[in-house]
């Protein structure tokens, strides 16, 4: 794979590292959000069909993205957030039960828990970030293995760390979950679209992303796969599409008892979102012809050789291996000297906890990559 900057508008006097603060917009993306947008100029261009199948093209193509066989179980949602409520007052919960989360997740995969935990008087065990050191990760994953138990009841995680891009073995501590019959819920807003993931293979009970990152699209789209566990479950809202036989517009009010199958009761209400669903749809299909694989082995190359001086420099980056090429953290010594030095020669990144989050996209290429690390060692 080659670089696909031509494929963006990115803005020539920067440098954007900093796709896990949000993705840079295809060209092909707004081209079908102006498109979108203006369709509604004439409401007579808009059919009942158009309620149904934009969703269903979108959710097929998620599913196959994720591997799972069912494009009924995936779900678009307005937000993490608001996957994450879906989850978490779906699940049955007793005082002397554990939920398990790692340490400085995002808050819309903590603040759900932290209240369920307190509803039912259960425990909220957080399994700490080690510090920077060599095995770091490692360490991390080893610590969350040991910290699955009998008591165990949730685990709610990430795939990779949204701060410093630790990543987590969801194949192994999938099993363990299961072993005590514990629940997987994943938050793969930070993963998914530029890491591979398998619902077959790591068979999560949720996976909950936002659309709007390694998933190319608008901002307030995303999309969640539920299991069957959630199959006999109450939806956040009782909205009139996610009922059986929505599609019959004249029988609306043969009002039904039944819901839509699979999981499909859980969609956000108005679903059909007439702009931002062909949107997202788009940029999943650009995502598809490039193949998540392909930018994965695109970001290994171009991230190689300047985090390998980073390292030589005795600056802190997690060993090849235990982090994904799209997203990681420098544990700079003077973060504040760095954000500095970065902002003036017009670096784009993020600062999470104690590092430079850098998350790199198919549009970048190794000189980017080449000119922060000059910058960070004091070159720039
Ligand atoms: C790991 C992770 N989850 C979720 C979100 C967004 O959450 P929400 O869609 O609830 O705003 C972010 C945003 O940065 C994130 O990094």
């Known amino acids: 794979m080659k670089c696909q900057k031509e494929l963006f508008n990115l803005n020539p006097d920067l440098t954007y590292l900093n796709c896990a603060y949000m993705s840079p917009q295809l060209k092909t993306v707004t081209e079908t959000g102006i498109r979108a947008l203006l369709r509604k100029e004439d409401p007579t261009s808009i059919f009942p069909v158009d309620f149904f199948e934009p969703t269903e093209q979108l959710r097929s193509l998620f599913a196959t993205m994720i591997e799972a066989d069912d494009p009924k ?27 398990l989360v790692v340490g400085e997740q995002f808050p819309s995969n903590i603040y759900p828990w932290t209240r369920l935990a307190k509803e039912k008087g259960a425990k909220l065990l957080t399994v700490p970030s080690p510090p920077p050191m060599e095995g770091r990760g490692d360490k991390w994953n080893l610590d969350i293995l040991d910290a699955i138990g009998p008591a165990t009841r949730i685990i709610a995680i990430p795939h990779v760390h949204w701060a410093d891009g630790t990543f987590f073995d969801l194949l192994s501590i999938s099993q363990k979950a299961k072993s005590f019959g514990a629940l997987l819920i994943v938050d793969g807003t930070q993963s998914v679209g530029a890491l591979p993931f398998s619902v077959k293979k790591v068979q999560p009970d949720a996976l909950i992303c936002a659309g709007y990152k390694w998933l190319m699209g608008p901002y307030s789209l995303g999309l969640a796969y539920l299991g069957p566990a959630f199959d006999e479950g109450f939806p956040l809202e009782e909205n009139w599409i996610n009922r059986l036989n929505s599609e019959d517009f004249g029988g609306l009010v043969r009002y039904q008892e039944d819901y839509q199958p699979g999981s499909l009761r859980y969609e956000v209400g108005e679903h059909s979102n007439f702009i931002l669903v062909p949107m997202l749809t788009q940029a999943l299909r650009q995502i598809q012809e490039w193949g998540v694989e392909n930018i994965q082995e695109y970001l290994l190359g171009i991230g190689k050789a300047p985090l390998q001086r980073l390292r030589d420099k005795g600056v802190w980056v997690e060993k090849e291996g235990a982090f994904s090429p799209h997203l990681f953290g420098i544990a700079m010594p003077d973060l504040a000297q760095a ?6 020669n017009k670096v784009h990144v993020s600062y999470r906890g104690h590092f430079v989050r850098v998350s790199p996209h198919v549009y970048n290429r190794e000189e980017d990559l080449q000119r922060l690390v000059d910058i960070l060692l004091g070159g720039g």
């Open 73 to 99: 179980r995936i779900v678009t949602i307005p937000s993490v957030s608001y996957g994450m409520a879906i989850v978490s007052r779906n699940i049955s919960l007793n005082a002397d039960d554990e939920i």
């Open 339 to 344: 954000k500095e030095k970065l902002l003036q």
